[in-house]
């Protein structure tokens, strides 16, 4: 089993940045996929970025890519999503994600925390 939880989100303006972190209970931390996913109103749930187990690869969606970073501290069990350069395209619940699959489909991940609201002002 793992838990996640997230924080770190807020409003912010335009060009801003903004750090989300995603803390996990469990034991097997090291062991799964941990991914950031979004979800704008009115909108499916989309992926952002991957990290994979022992942080060996690292993958962005395209509309993100360049300005979004994610790192993980296996020590800590935490996963982190730094955002740089925010648009208000970029207004989300962001939710955490796990999964034994290095993927980007949402349904291959398998524990979900409750998400964080990031909105971004023009």
């Known amino acids: 089993q793992v838990q996640l939880v997230e924080s770190g989100g807020g409003l912010v303006q335009a060009g801003d940045s903004l750090r989300l972190s995603c803390l996990a209970s469990?034991?097997?931390?090291?062991?799964?996929?941990m991914a950031w996913f979004r979800q704008a109103p009115g909108k499916e749930r989309a992926f952002v970025a991957f990290?994979?187990?022992?942080?060996?690869?690292?993958y962005y969606a395209d509309s993100v890519k360049g300005r979004f970073t994610i790192s993980r501290d296996d020590a800590k069990n935490t996963v982190y999503l730094q955002m740089a350069s925010l648009k208000p395209d970029d207004t989300a619940v962001y939710y955490c994600a796990a999964g034994w699959t290095t993927t980007t489909r949402r349904n291959e991940y398998v524990y979900w925390g409750q998400g964080t609201q990031v909105t971004v002002s023009s």
């Open positions: 990290s994979g187990r022992g942080g060996g690869r690292t």
């Open positions: 469990g034991r097997t931390f090291k062991d799964v996929t």
